[in-house]
C-alpha cells in the first residue's frame, strides 16, 4: 500500500464525531469545568473540601464500570459542544470549517490562569494542536500525528474574554501538511500565532 493510500489508517483508531451525545452530556461537562474553576480560585474549611470529595468519589462510583472503547466514549467528540465536551479542553466551539481552513470561538476561564489574570502560556500550545488536528480532518486528511508546533506569544491571553482564532493549511509536501494559525481578541489584537507540522501516518503507524 502507498502512504496516501485511501481507508487506510495502521493502529490508529477511526474516531469520528458524534451527532446525537447524550443531551445530559453538555451540563455534565460544563459543571465539571465550572469545579475547575473552583478549585483553582477558592480556600473553604477543610470540612468542605472533605465533603467536596465524598461528592466527587461517589460521581466516579456512577460512572466507573461503563468504560469504553475511544471509538464509542463520547466525551471528546460533540462539535456542538463547548472543547467538544472535553472537560479538560477550553470552552470553545467550532464556528466555521472547511478545506480552506478553521474558525473557533471561546475564552479561557479561571482553571486555565497561570498567573495574574493570564492565560497559562502552556495551554495555548495544547488549544493549537487541538485546532490544527481539527484543520486537517476537516481538510479530510487523516489519520495525522504533530510533528513540531511553535507558538510566538504577542500578548498577553486573557481568561473571560471573547477570542478568535483561525487556522489553516499553508502548504503541503507528501505527508508533511504544514498550518499555520492566529489568535486574536475581539478588537481585532493579536495576541498569539502558531505553525506546524501534521504527518500523514504510513499504513503500519499507530
Partial sequence: MTDTASG???????????ENAP???GPFVAALRRLQD??????PDPELWAAATTHLENACALLDGHQVPETEAVAGRVLSLPGLAHP??????????????????????????????????????????????????TAGIRPTRTAYLHVDYRK???IDEPLIAQGRIS???????????????????????????????????P
Wanted: charged fraction near 10%; avoid cysteine.
Fill in 8 to 18: 487506510t489508517r495502521g493502529g490508529f483508531p477511526d474516531v469520528q464525531p458524534v
Fill in 23 to 25: 443531551v445530559e452530556l
Fill in 38 to 43: 473552583l478549585t483553582v480560585s477558592t480556600n
Fill in 88 to 137: 479538560l479542553m477550553p470552552p470553545w466551539m467550532v464556528t466555521e470549517f472547511g478545506p480552506d481552513g478553521v474558525t473557533m470561538e471561546g475564552h479561557f476561564t479561571q482553571s486555565h490562569v497561570g498567573g495574574n489574570h493570564a492565560v497559562h502560556g502552556g495551554m495555548i500550545p495544547l488549544f493549537y494542536d487541538w485546532m490544527f488536528g481539527m484543520v486537517v480532518s
Fill in 156 to 158: 498577553i491571553t486573557p
Fill in 171 to 205: 502548504s503541503t509536501d507528501g505527508r508533511k501538511v504544514f498550518i499555520s494559525s492566529t489568535m486574536t481578541s475581539a478588537d481585532g489584537s493579536l495576541l498569539s500565532e502558531a505553525n506546524g507540522l501534521m504527518v500523514r501516518l504510513l499504513p503500519h503507524q
